[in-house]
């Protein structure tokens, strides 16, 4: 089903593949930003017709990476996962390929050793467990799980306090991780090898981050959630709703931008549709996504 939307990346000698779970999904900007509207989108036609609709309204998708990159084979967040009863329909029940498009793309699940999540939201921990006659048992029960630890500890503040509206997803995608003993709790500059590693990205949550890839010189970023849409690059101060501290991830995501804009450093979006990568460049007195 999902198979069309692989995709390969090659930086340097590290390879990643993109799954992709929920494939350019339509949705009004004011999801993403506070009183956006559709003229607001068509303001850049840069967007159309990868990132935006000629009327105006956002396309997402809800993706993750797989890399390989030394001894190591890792996923890079884990999707939405099957099965699972969440607030939204388009999250409720999936039944999806997902696994066997792992396989297609190289990555079979038994040859993924780690699994790390750029934070603990429900559409990028889901495929850590699955459900196996009525229990969620882990995906990838030879990998090690990697889990930010500042991250790890808000979300339990957050369980303690009732301080999150759902937690459901901690039940099915999180505990049965730390109950097999496959967690290990990393800081947010955590090094996967000498070619990857984390880059704290804080704002949209506590202990998010992203993950840089340099290899044979070349260089590329996983955002994580740091931004979930290009026009962000064109308005990186707009206060984004999904952002838990919303000042925070504001700065973040200027700093991200000034520290990438004309480098030639490939920006991969966690939630950015096909063709997902490009550069960032100026525009005008911002910055749009180049795809050259
Ligand atoms: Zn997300």
């Known amino acids: ?29 004011a999801m993403l930003l506070p009183d956006g509207k559709p003229e607001y989108v ?50 409720t029940n999936l039944q999806t390929t997902f696994l066997e498009d792992l396989a297609a793309a190289g990555f079979a699940p038994p040859t993924i050793n780690t699994v790390m999540c750029t934070h603990l939201h429900f559409d990028h921990v889901g495929w850590n467990t699955r459900l196996v006659n009525g229990k969620w048992v882990p995906t990838f029960p030879q990998a090690r799980y990697l889990f930010g630890r500042q991250e790890y500890d808000h979300w339990q503040r957050l369980r303690e306090t009732g301080g999150y509206h759902n937690i459901d997803h901690l039940v099915d995608s999180i505990d049965p991780i730390t109950s097999a003993g496959l967690a290990d709790f990393i800081v947010t500059d955590h090094r996967i090898t000498d ?10 949550t506590p202990g998010h981050v992203s993950v840089h890839i340099r290899s044979k010189g070349e260089e590329a970023v996983i955002t994580g959630d740091m931004m979930h849409h290009p026009i962000q690059l064109a308005a990186p101060t707009i206060h984004g709703n999904f952002d838990m501290d919303k000042p925070l991830g504001a700065k973040t995501r200027l700093e991200f931008i000034k520290r990438y804009a004309d480098r030639k450093v490939l920006i991969i979006g966690s939630h950015f549709c096909d063709p997902t990568s490009g550069w960032i460049v100026r525009d005008g007195d911002a910055w749009k996504l180049s795809l050259k």
């Open 1 to 29: 089903m999902a198979r069309e939307h692989i995709r390969h990346w090659k930086v340097g000698d590290v390879e990643i593949a993109r799954i992709v779970e929920v494939n350019d999904w339509e949705d009004d900007i």
């Open 42 to 91: 068509q303001r850049f036609p840069w967007l159309v017709p990868q990132f935006a609709t000629p009327a105006g309204k956002m396309l997402i998708s809800f993706q993750c990476f797989a890399l390989s990159s030394r001894d190591k084979r890792v996923m890079i967040d884990t999707c939405i996962g099957a099965d699972r009863q969440r607030e939204f329909p388009v999250f």
């Open 195 to 204: 070619e990857v590693w984390l880059e704290p990205t804080p704002g949209h």
